[in-house]
């Protein structure tokens, strides 16, 4: 397995977060998320969550705010239906576009292989639109289990654990 290292020489990095759904990121890779605004202080997080309608874009808002603090750009957050993005792949596609504008150092995106169709449409797109960029896929653990091969491990310290958990409930409670 390898370790996630950036260059320690990068003060600032413009961190690109994807998500299908309002608990994607967080739940996929709040922990390095919370370990890179720690280790990158002067860090920008861009946040885009594709599927967030009503009581969820709330929690999306919520959580985006406790992950990234301050360094927070957005959250972005859209209204795409749930489950159907794959046949709304143009709408889709043409956020992609718009967030070319970014340039970001890191990408975190769904990966490639996850059983929901919104995931894998979101990573196909990530992987298209920013080829030159470091993307990192993260995975989302559910119930037909479709977990892959870690191929990049990012150790948490005992706090950050017990934040990522305590930021998930105290955002989504509709979950």
Same mark, same amino acid.
């Given at each position: 397995?390898?370790?996630?290292?950036?260059?320690?020489?990068?003060?600032?990095?413009?961190?690109?977060?994807?998500?299908?759904?309002?608990?994607?990121?967080?739940?996929?890779?709040?922990?390095?998320?919370?370990?890179?605004?720690?280790?990158?202080?002067?860090?920008?997080?861009?946040?885009?969550?594709?599927?967030?309608?009503?009581?969820?874009? *709330?929690?999306?808002?919520?959580? #985006?705010? =406790?992950?990234?603090? %301050?360094?927070?750009?957005?959250? !972005? /957050?859209?209204?795409?239906?749930?489950?159907?993005?794959?046949?709304?792949?143009?709408?889709?596609?043409?956020?992609?576009?718009?967030?070319?504008?970014?340039?970001?150092?890191?990408?975190?995106?769904?990966?490639?292989?996850?059983?929901? *169709?919104?995931?894998?449409?979101? #990573?196909? =797109?990530?992987?298209? %639109?920013?080829?030159?960029?470091? !993307? /990192?896929?993260?995975?989302?653990?559910?119930?037909?289990?479709?977990?892959?091969?870690?191929?990049?491990?990012?150790?948490?310290?005992?706090?950050?654990?017990?934040?990522?958990?305590?930021?998930?409930?105290?955002?989504?409670?509709?979950?």
């Amino acid at each position: 397995m390898i370790r996630l290292s950036v260059d320690p020489a990068a003060s600032e990095l413009r961190i690109l977060c994807l998500g299908s759904h309002s608990d994607d990121i967080e739940i996929g890779c709040g922990g390095t998320i919370l370990r890179l605004a720690e280790e990158y202080p002067q860090s920008v997080f861009h946040w885009v969550v594709f599927s967030a309608t009503g009581v969820r874009a *709330q929690e999306a808002q919520c959580a #985006a705010k =406790l992950f990234a603090g %301050t360094r927070l750009k957005g959250p !972005i /957050l859209r209204e795409f239906r749930d489950g159907f993005m794959p046949f709304e792949g143009t709408g889709v596609k043409d956020v992609f576009e718009e967030l070319k504008t970014i340039a970001p150092n890191l990408v975190f995106t769904h990966t490639r292989q996850d059983a929901h *169709q919104d995931h894998r449409l979101l #990573a196909e =797109l990530t992987w298209n %639109t920013f080829r030159d960029h470091l !993307i /990192l896929e993260y995975e989302i653990p559910k119930y037909d289990g479709d977990m892959g091969r870690t191929s990049v491990f990012v150790p948490l310290e005992m706090d950050q654990c017990q934040n990522k958990v305590r930021y998930l409930m105290d955002s989504f409670h509709s979950q």
